[in-house]
């Protein structure tokens, strides 16, 4: 049985407007973080909601990308290809929130994957930009800026993804984050803003798209850079090894440690991060240090090998073939009425 919201997306298939995956969308009818956040926007932004979340994207520049320091040569990207910040909110990732973001993907983790993505994205705060597609193109904006971050696999990116120019090193650190499609925004805003926060969101986008979606106003987005954070994993090992040789703990871990180390870098095996940290810990190094961090996430092992994740797929190749049904301005935007 469907709730009311959700029959009413399934009729006639309205669903097509959120998502061209038929499978994603009948998980989705039983995600709780969906269905409150999509009632929230259906009562807020009326029957024109999926117009809204298919011609605005959403990004998260990740605590690893803010450290970096990436923030403003992301924005520069963004807005080269025609995509501006309309509205920018600071949130903090915790462990239950990550898991629930991507419950759908992480199924396939390995326990060492999970525990590192804990220390990254707890690390700080991260940025949410709501961002307008002023290019009005054939496909929601959420779609075309999936296809422009680029994998999370360094190898099959791109010179021109978003994730190269910024200089993601690896599968873990990738720096920013963007829903595929417009039924995950709906999904993901409702995992990482409470209600009252979430329907200020959405209490906005009519005003911030009253004059239509090209002429939508940027807000300034800026952050202070104290320190730049390495994101080369040469540099990080070595800097660990440094540390390894000063440390004043256990000789012998110190030695088991590098030697880890060692055969992670020439391919032996991958990294155990239970063990190096158990073995750094003896030897007297932090093991939540960045360039430790840096170094495990280049050579643990991510997935479960042969494992399949629940939902895959960006769904982008079924939106250019007319899969998905884009919807046209409605007129209470073109008219101005708030």
């Not at 009252?196 to 940027?218: C, F, H, K, M, S």
């Not at 871990?253 to 190096?276: C, F, I, K, M």
């Not at 939902?311 to 899969?323: A, I, P, Q």
Request: charged letters at 25%.
């Amino acid at each position: 049985m469907l709730d009311e919201d959700m029959s009413q997306l399934a009729d006639q298939q309205t669903w097509r407007t959120l998502t061209t995956q038929p499978e994603k969308f009948r998980i989705f009818t039983h995600d709780s973080a969906f269905r409150e956040s999509w009632r929230t926007a259906r009562q807020l932004l009326g029957p024109d909601a999926a117009w809204y979340f298919q011609r605005l994207a959403v990004l998260t520049v990740k605590p690893d990308g803010l450290l970096a320091g990436r923030l403003a040569e992301c924005v520069r990207f963004l807005a080269g290809h025609g995509l501006v910040p309309v509205q920018a909110m600071r949130f903090r990732y915790q462990r239950p929130m990550t898991r629930e973001l991507w419950r759908y993907q992480w199924n396939i983790a390995t326990l060492d994957r999970l525990a590192l993505s804990d220390l990254l994205h707890q690390r700080r705060d991260s940025l949410t930009l709501v961002l307008a597609d002023r290019t009005a193109g054939p496909i929601p904006a959420s779609s075309r800026l999936a296809t422009l971050k680029g994998s999370a696999f360094p190898a099959a990116r791109e010179d021109w993804h978003l994730r190269t120019v910024l200089g993601a090193p690896n599968r873990l650190m990738v720096l920013v984050h963007c829903p595929d499609e417009p039924i995950d925004i709906v999904r993901e805003l409702g995992i990482a803003f409470d209600p009252p926060r979430l329907t200020r969101i959405y209490q906005q986008w009519p005003d911030i798209l009253a004059d239509g979606v090209e002429n939508a106003v940027p807000v300034e987005v800026s952050e202070p850079v104290t320190e730049t954070y390495t994101l080369n994993a040469g540099e990080a090992a070595a800097i660990v090894r440094r540390r390894l040789a000063a440390a004043t703990g256990e000789k012998t871990a110190a030695e088991r440690a590098n030697l880890r180390l060692t055969a992670a870098e020439s391919g032996v095996a991958p990294l155990d991060w239970q063990e190096w940290q158990r073995e750094l810990r003896l030897a007297g190094v932090d093991t939540a240090s960045w360039p430790v961090l840096l170094v495990a996430s280049q050579h643990i092992q991510h997935d479960i090998p042969g494992g399949t994740c629940v939902v895959s797929g960006t769904g982008r190749r079924m939106w250019m073939n007319g899969e998905g049904r884009m919807l046209p301005q409605p007129g209470s935007v073109l008219a101005g009425v708030r």
